[in-house]
């Protein structure tokens, strides 16, 4: 098992950065991909992005590509997403999951487990 922790959300104007992080406390955190996920108000949770065991593999929704980067540190257990040129739309709760082993997936079924998530919300 392994819990998840985000942190780094917050209050930013349009084309600025953020940086979320999340840390992992448990097993084998080096076992699991890891991927980001946000939900705004009134929507389905999407997928972000995502990252496959030790970094070398990662997947982002077209919707970010380009602006937003998820990358890994298996020695601090931590998984961290980059987004720059920020816009309205990235508004939403911000989670952490993950899937153990396996290939990097989109769907929220197909994680295991889930952090409490972080608020983004960029200002127009």
């Known amino acids: 098992q392994v819990q998840l922790v985000e942190s780094g959300g917050g209050l930013v104007q349009t ?3 953020l940086r979320l992080s999340c840390a992992a406390s448990g097993r084998a955190f080096s076992s699991y991909v890891m991927g980001w996920f ?3 108000p009134g929507k389905e949770r999407e997928f ?3 990252v496959n065991w030790n970094g070398g593999a990662t997947l982002h929704a077209d919707s ?3 602006r937003f980067t998820i990358s890994r540190d298996n020695v601090k257990n931590t998984v ?3 987004m720059n040129s920020l816009k309205p739309e990235d508004t939403a709760v911000y989670y952490c ?6 290939t990097l997936r989109s769907r929220p079924d197909d994680y295991d487990y889930w952090g409490q998530g972080t608020q983004v919300t960029v200002a127009s």
């Not at 999951?97 to 396996?102: I, K, L, Q």
Request: proline letters at 0%; zero cysteines; aromatic letters at 4%.
């Open 80 to 82: 961290t997403l980059q």
């Open 15 to 17: 084309g600025g950065s």
């Open 38 to 40: 946000r939900q705004a």
């Open 48 to 50: 972000v992005a995502a």
């Open 64 to 66: 970010v590509k380009g």
């Open 97 to 102: 999951a993950a899937r153990f082993v396996g």
